[in-house]
C-alpha cells in the first residue's frame, strides 16, 4: 500500500485513464499508421485525461486484433510500445503512467516500463492459468518478478488481473475470486484488478467487497465502471476506465472530452460530499 501511495500520492479513488493505441505496425492486418502518427494520438489522448484531471494514465496495444500469445509476441510490438511510453513520458513527467501489453506480454510490457520510467504494469495470468481467446494463458508470477528483479525494477507496481475478462476459468471454477487475489498477494502482487467478463462490463460489487474484505494490497476495478455506476466502486484504490471515456462509451473510438469531464466532475462532487459528511 506504501508503494501505491508514493505512486499516486492517495490511497483510494484514484481513475487512471485507458489510451488504446492505434494498431501498431508489423502486429495486425488493422495496421493503417506509423508510430509517429500512432504517437501524436496517444499524447492527445493523455492531454485530455491530464487536463481533466486523472490521476493516472496507462497505454495498451488494445487495436492489434487478432492478439497473439505472450510467446508470439514479436520485438516489433515491444519496440513500439517503447517507443509510445518514452514519448509520453518526456512530455508528462509527472503523471503516473502504466503499461500493458496484449496478449500476457508480461515480461516485455515490464521491460518497456524499466525503460521509458514509468510506474505500474498489469499483468495477466499472474497466479493460476486460465483460456482466453488466444489459447492457455499459464501463470507467470514467479519468473515476472525475478526478472523485475533483474532489472532492478522493483519500482514498477505490478498491478494483477483476477480472473481476467474475455477468459473460461472453468479449471480454477473451485477457487473464487477472493482466494485467486489472496494468491496473488502471496505471490507478492503489489495490487490486484477485478473485472466483469468482458470489455466495458462491471465487476461484481460483492465479489468486489469480498477481495476487499480478503486482502490488504490494493483492489483496481478494470473494466465497466461509468458514470451511471461510480458509487458502487469509488471506495477502490483505483478505477482503469477506458470504454466509458470514449464516443458513444465504445473502446474502439476516440477519447471524448465532454464524457471524462462530466464522469471527473462526478467524482469530484463525489469526494466533496464525502469530505463533509466526515
Not at 177 to 188: D, I, K, P, R
Request: glycine content about 8%; overall charge negative.
Amino acid at each position: 500500500c506504501r508503494k501505491f501511495v508514493d505512486v499516486f500520492q492517495k490511497s483510494k479513488g484514484v481513475i487512471i485513464g485507458m489510451v488504446h493505441l492505434r494498431a501498431l505496425p508489423g502486429s495486425t492486418p488493422k495496421n493503417n499508421l506509423c508510430v509517429t502518427q500512432i504517437c501524436d494520438i496517444a499524447l492527445k489522448e493523455a492531454e485530455i485525461y491530464i487536463n481533466a484531471g486523472l490521476d493516472g494514465i496507462m497505454i495498451e496495444n488494445m487495436h492489434d486484433v487478432p492478439y497473439k500469445k505472450n510467446n508470439l509476441i514479436g520485438p516489433e510490438i515491444t519496440a513500439a510500445m517503447a517507443t509510445v511510453g518514452s514519448k509520453l513520458r518526456t512530455n508528462f513527467s509527472e503523471i503516473p503512467i502504466g503499461v500493458q501489453i496484449l496478449t500476457a506480454a508480461n515480461q516485455e510490457a515490464l521491460a518497456v516500463a524499466k525503460c521509458c520510467d514509468l510506474d505500474f504494469m498489469r499483468a495477466e495470468g499472474f497466479v493460476f492459468s486460465h483460456i482466453g481467446d488466444e489459447g492457455i494463458i499459464d501463470s507467470c508470477a514467479g519468473s515476472l518478478l525475478r526478472y523485475r528483479k533483474q532489472l532492478n525494477a522493483e519500482n514498477v507496481l505490478v498491478f494483477a488481473d483476477v480472473k481476467k475478462k474475455h477468459s473460461s476459468h472453468a479449471i480454477t471454477s473451485d477457487t473464487s475470486v477472493a482466494e485467486t487475489s489472496q494468491a496473488a498477494e502471496f505471490f507478492l502482487a503489489d495490487g490486484v484488478i477485478i473485472t466483469g467478463s468482458q470489455t466495458g462490463v462491471s465487476a461484481d460489487p460483492l465479489q468486489l467487497q469480498d477481495v476487499q474484505n480478503q486482502v490488504e494490497i490494493p483492489v483496481l476495478v478494470g473494466s465497466g465502471v461509468s458514470v451511471e455506476n461510480i458509487e458502487n466502486f469509488i471506495r477502490c484504490s483505483a478505477l482503469v476506465i477506458g470504454s466509458h471515456f470514449k464516443v458513444g462509451g465504445f473502446w474502439g473510438n476516440d477519447v471524448d472530452v465532454h464524457r471524462v469531464e462530466d464522469f471527473m466532475n462526478r467524482v469530484r462532487h463525489w469526494e466533496l460530499r464525502c469530505n463533509v459528511n466526515s
